[in-house]
């Protein structure tokens, strides 16, 4: 027999454990091979410090196991946890061990790999961005600078401080000009700036503490090696959190771009459908908001085609088409291209674009909207067509199935035949992630945003309308225009948010507009 064949008889019945670096917090810092490796998991073993929300990212049914050690509490004790690894392994599971930052940067993650070493446990480590680098980083304070600094040493905080020689190199990191950056170091900050002070490094060296870095919840403290303690102590500042000793922490005055953002610390949940809510939602997050998704509309195409692909058939009998969403826009192009046709069968009619974003995916068709009305409601349209004289012309109206009447009934007001196939369909999910959910039940989202009175209506179904409205106490309240506004008052909710121009730019400033003036009074 070949080692080959050993080997592989080795990875399928001894299973198989990855390693992973989770990151510092923001879930988006871990590595694209971690998540890649997390989804093949069968067992996932986490830490307090692996932001729970990268679970999601692990097989449905996988066993979820949580090994966490909360500040020095050992839940489970170091061996314990490489004992339920082998055996997880032994049973043949793909094993992912997630832990915070790096794995092998006081993670303990070396020690994690001696136990599968012994046990002949295949495995592979997946590096993470350490503490030191991510909360540092979106603290605006590199770690080394041309000019000010050339080294940088990671260091644990938590060597006990009663002990009698020291295992660090306190006069190495006092004497030269390096940053330096504890981890773990928060309980004992009265003890380290003493031993930096008395191995000589000069007392108005700033320091940083950052806390919870790259999380909405960070929070830095700045002060100096002679008052950073006592500030510490004032602020009642806790674990987790590094402190950055060197000069370059002063640079954080200028380089700061994280925490100083308008809507940083908010959370916001977002309730367009998840194929439309990319967009709003990565604006937010640009903002600086922890966005919650909750897609309370699914589309769909419609259950019967045939009123559409009569239009389609007719299309060079048209004048006009009307469009008002961006899925108008998706469905009925998707629905030419299913007949073998294309943007040229359009080419006797004039097309009206409502809203920025519908115009934006018709110019991906390579069609310029003749009309975008300046007022984006229904209203705005019949107001823009009042203008002409559409007596006797064909208007394709090709809409959702939950459409209102306005738009094909006042224009038929007008004199005009017409069609309004229905080109797509709204349903309604049957619940919201789990995730968004627990958040507001825990009173952790600060403002739910609305952008059509289904959003608003299809939630309070989803919830259940007294459901609904408990969870929505002390939510701030945005919608995007007055009817969706009006959708949120027949049920009883308060609206605190309402741009006078009804797009989701506009909802994003009303929004940084509230919250800065909220956090000013
Ligand atoms: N392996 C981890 C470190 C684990 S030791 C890593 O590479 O980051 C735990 C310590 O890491 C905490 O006490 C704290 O000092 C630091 N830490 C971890 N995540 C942090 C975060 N998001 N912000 C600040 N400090 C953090």
Request: charged fraction near 20%; hydrophobic fraction near 40%; charge should be negative.
């Amino acid at each position: 027999m070949t080692t080959h064949t050993r080997t592989q008889t080795h990875a399928t019945t001894r299973g198989f454990v990855y390693l992973i670096g989770a990151g510092p917090g923001d879930p988006g810092l871990m590595t694209v091979k971690g998540r890649d490796c997390l989804a093949r998991a069968q067992v996932v073993l986490y830490d307090y410090l692996a932001n729970d929300e990268l679970l999601r990212l692990a097989p449905k049914g996988a066993e979820l196991i949580y090994a966490g050690k909360v500040g020095g509490e050992h839940n489970r004790e170091q061996h314990q946890i490489n004992e339920l690894l082998v055996e997880k392994a032994l049973a043949g599971n793909v094993v992912a061990r997630l832990k915070g930052g790096d794995s092998f940067v006081f993670g303990r993650g070396g020690e994690e790999c001696e136990a599968l070493v012994a046990a002949g446990i295949p495995f592979e480590v997946v590096p993470g961005i350490t503490a030191g680098v991510g909360a540092t980083c979106y603290a605006g304070i590199p770690l080394t600078h041309r000019g000010i600094t050339t080294s940088v040493a990671f260091v644990t905080g938590h060597e006990s401080p009663g002990k009698a020689s020291s295992e660090i190199d306190w006069e190495g990191l006092s004497l030269g000009s390096g940053t330096v950056v504890f981890y773990m170091g928060i309980r004992n900050l009265p003890q380290i700036t003493q031993n930096l002070l008395l191995h000589g490094r000069p007392p108005q060296t700033p320091v940083a503490l950052i806390r919870w870095g790259t999380r909405p919840e960070q929070e830095v403290l700045i002060g100096t090696l002679a008052d950073i303690a006592e500030k510490a102590r004032q602020a009642s500042f806790r674990a987790p959190a590094i402190t950055v000793v060197g000069e370059v922490v002063n640079l954080r005055e200028t380089l700061r771009w994280f925490d100083n953002r308008p809507l940083f610390g908010r959370s916001v949940m977002v309730t367009r459908g998840a194929d439309q809510a990319g967009e709003f939602t990565g604006q937010l997050e640009r903002l600086g908001a922890r966005v919650y998704g909750c897609p309370t509309i699914r589309i769909t195409p419609p259950d019967c085609h045939d009123d559409l692909d009569r239009a389609i058939m007719e299309l060079g009998g048209f004048h006009w088409i009307v469009f008002t969403s961006y899925n108008a826009v998706q469905y009925f192009f998707a629905r030419l291209s299913h007949h073998g046709l294309d943007t040229r069968a359009l080419r006797n009619c004039r097309v009206c674009a409502v809203g920025p974003k519908t115009a934006a995916a018709l110019a991906t068709f390579g069609v310029r909207a003749d009309l975008v009305p300046a007022d984006y409601k229904a209203q705005g349209v019949v107001a823009a067509f009042a203008e002409m004289d559409i007596t006797g012309q064909r208007v394709l109206f090709p809409r959702g199935d939950r459409a209102a009447e306005t738009i094909p009934g006042e224009l038929a007001g007008m004199g005009a035949q017409v069609a309004a196939p229905i080109a797509y369909a709204n349903e309604t999910p049957e619940e919201i992630p789990a995730e968004s959910l627990r958040a507001l039940e825990e009173r952790r989202v600060d403002c739910v945003t609305f952008t059509s009175s289904s959003t608003v209506n299809n939630l309070a179904s989803i919830l259940g309308e007294n459901r609904f409205l408990h969870l929505m106490e002390g939510v701030q309240v945005a919608c995007i225009g007055p009817v969706t506004s009006k959708s949120c008052r027949e049920l009883g909710l308060e609206v605190h948010i309402e741009p006078a121009q009804y797009t989701l730019d506009a909802l994003a400033a009303e929004l940084i507009g509230h919250f800065a003036a909220k956090r000013a009074s």
